[in-house]
């Protein structure tokens, strides 16, 4: 049995923040084994690990595999949680909206979690063509089955997979039940082991530019890289636009299907990724009919609590 690695505690602090809701960052899109409701962890380096405990008043532990931490450890902490984020225009943009506008008002603390560019285009490739549980049910199986662990005081804490790890086991993908998406995640595995791709470089490219490098890869269209760029880089002005939301957008605005996406983009400018990933929280990741009935009864943010949605995902799949 390989022995699991033992993280050594570097930095503690606290994070001081008025703006960002540390429950609801760490809450949305999450499972049981990295958010309990009270703490969490963030994997700021998947390959050599670097985890944060993080507490939702803002506690925060920083382990390594050396015990060596640095202030860049503590920046990357705040740029994963988007704690120094100004969301400021796209509230304003979002206050009066038939659709969105109720839940920038009660959730205007939330902000997405970041993750590694490999993580991002796995939870991409899982999204394609799949219900938000489908695809979520993936992830979740992909990270159990590859069974990745390192120790964070006393807590054993999974990790995604490295891309060697995908590379050198294929067969787990299928077992995790990706059906064809085992193949894109493959590809996209090897691209990483050939160091064909390198995050910190394409920071500082435009959103178009990385799409369409991202695009490159054999099995990622528009959808999967416009959400990954938005989970790795934080960058929210091309939406991923699927069929779920392109007809929410033509009732709600009522605009041709065709016109969707100019109209979304008209709206909401550089902003457009974000309301985008809101949209499915405010309506807890509905498939259509249940949406479009939910928008009909302006329900418009989230209230399920007996079913796995976006913002509870952490209390079902632990």
């Known amino acids: 049995m390989k022995l ?28 049981g084994f990295w958010f309990n409701g009270v703490k969490g962890f963030i994997i700021l380096d998947d390959i ?14 920083i382990y390594s595999l050396t015990g060596n931490c640095s202030k860049e450890h503590i920046t990357r902490l705040e740029w994963s949680l988007g704690i120094k984020e100004d969301l400021t225009m796209f509230h304003k943009l979002g206050i009066k909206d038939p659709l969105l506008g109720e839940f920038v008002s009660k959730y ?27 695809g979520w049910r993936m992830l979740y199986n992909i990270i159990k089955l590859y069974n990745r662990r390192v120790l964070v005081g006393r807590t054993e804490v999974l990790l995604p997979p490295t891309p060697p790890d995908v590379v050198n086991n ?53 959808y999967t890289a416009r959400l990954s760029i938005i989970l790795a880089f934080r960058k929210y002005d091309l939406p991923p636009i ?19 996406e100019k109209i979304w983009r008209h709206k909401w400018d550089k902003w457009s990724g974000l309301a985008a990933l809101a949209t499915t929280i405010a309506l807890d990741a509905k498939p259509l009919s249940r949406a479009l009935e939910r928008i009909k009864n302006k329900q418009l943010v989230p209230i399920d609590k007996d079913k796995p949605t976006p913002l509870n995902l952490w209390k079902f799949y632990k």
């Open 48 to 61: 050599e690990p670097v985890v944060v405990e993080v507490s939702v008043s803002g506690e925060y532990t």
């Open 170 to 222: 294929r067969a787990l993908l299928i077992n995790a039940g990706t059906g064809y998406r085992a193949n894109t995640i493959y590809n996209v595995a090897k691209i990483f082991v050939g160091k064909e791709l390198d995050q910190e470089a394409m920071v500082k490219l435009s959103p178009t530019v990385i799409e369409d490098k991202l695009k490159g890869i054999k099995g990622i269209g528009s």
């Open 242 to 260: 699927d069929r779920w939301l392109r007809k929410i957008i033509s009732i709600v605005y009522d605009v041709p299907l065709r016109d969707a």
């Open 108 to 134: 205007s603390g939330w902000r997405p979690r970041s993750s590694s560019l490999w993580w991002a285009l796995v939870i991409g490739v899982c999204q394609q063509n799949a219900s938000f549980i489908q």
């Open 4 to 31: 699991m690695n033992k993280l050594k505690p570097c930095i503690h602090g606290k994070i001081e923040t008025e703006e960002v809701d540390l429950y609801l960052t760490l809450a949305v899109y999450n499972f």
